[in-house]
């Protein structure tokens, strides 16, 4: 979803085949290219998008927040909006959050066309330290798996805290498998898949240099785990494709709360 009046350009950045292990950043460079990047990339991503956007919509609350936690260019943000809008729901504060500058300016010249006076709010922040609104919604769609380890459950805690009940968290990260062979074979499907999206063999692994040790996935069963030790009730992984899964965790309520 490009907005209109907004250029996009091709993901070239690893063209040489060469990347210094752990650099990648989202910087100025990746925010021009991230609309292609991640389309080619993620398998599923329009599909996560949308269902994003439509389960949103299906849990917020009026006058609650629907967090996105690592926005980016805000392709999630506008499904949100799009799907409260078909909804007629009113009161529902969308903001989005974000640490790089780079990616906020072009979610916000990328919005403001499509959305007006509905323009969600923006925040320059790091996810980790940023002040949660009470929320019937909080997304992390391909956030939590460039945080350290070690910040990834305190996070999550802090999400549960801030989320009211019969709130929802969306949660959608790429995925590793406990069976070796099961991963080795993810891998390979997930490397066929960007060959079909036009990369090369030489850009591939470039990438995969440059995220190594900065994206780190876990298995689905460790995602699900957390979650419940944190209280969230029920978890379901809503979407797979290859190795990238998403997951609805809620904050248990009576049943009278959910529509």
């Not at 907005?3 to 650099?23: H, K, T, V």
């Not at 329009?46 to 006058?63: C, I």
């Not at 323009?119 to 939590?144: G, H, K, M, Q, Y």
Request: aromatic share 6%; proline share 5%.
């Amino acid at each position: 979803m490009a907005a209109s009046g907004m250029s996009e350009e091709q993901d070239r950045l690893f063209a040489n085949g060469q990347a210094a292990p752990g650099s990648f950043r989202f910087d100025a460079k990746v925010a021009r290219v991230f609309d292609d990047m991640i389309r080619r990339s993620v398998p599923g991503y329009a599909n996560t998008v949308a269902s994003s956007g439509w389960l949103a919509a299906r849990f917020a609350q009026p006058g609650t927040a629907c967090h996105d936690l690592g926005c980016s260019l805000g392709a999630t943000l506008l499904a949100c909006a799009e799907a409260l809008a078909d909804t007629g729901m009113e009161g529902v504060e969308l903001i989005g959050v974000d640490n790089s500058a780079a990616m906020l300016e072009r979610c916000r010249s990328r919005l403001e066309p499509e959305l007006g006076s509905r323009l969600p709010t923006l925040i320059a922040a790091d996810v980790r330290t940023v002040e949660l609104r009470p929320s019937s919604v909080i997304i992390l769609n391909w956030t939590l798996q460039f945080l350290p380890a070690a910040d990834r459950t305190p996070l999550l805690a802090r999400i549960h805290e801030a989320l009211l009940p019969g709130g929802a968290l969306i949660l959608s990260e790429k995925v590793i498998d406990s069976d070796p062979e099961a991963q080795q074979l993810a891998e390979s499907l997930h490397a066929d898949f960007k060959r079909t999206q036009g990369y090369t063999d030489l850009e591939i692994a470039a990438k995969r240099t440059a995220i190594e040790d900065y994206l780190i996935p876990e298995t689905l069963d460790a995602q699900k785990t957390r979650l419940l030790e944190l209280g969230f009730r029920p978890v379901l992984v809503w979407y797979r494709h290859l190795n990238f899964a998403s997951l609805l965790a809620l904050k248990p309520v009576s049943l009278e709360h959910c529509r």
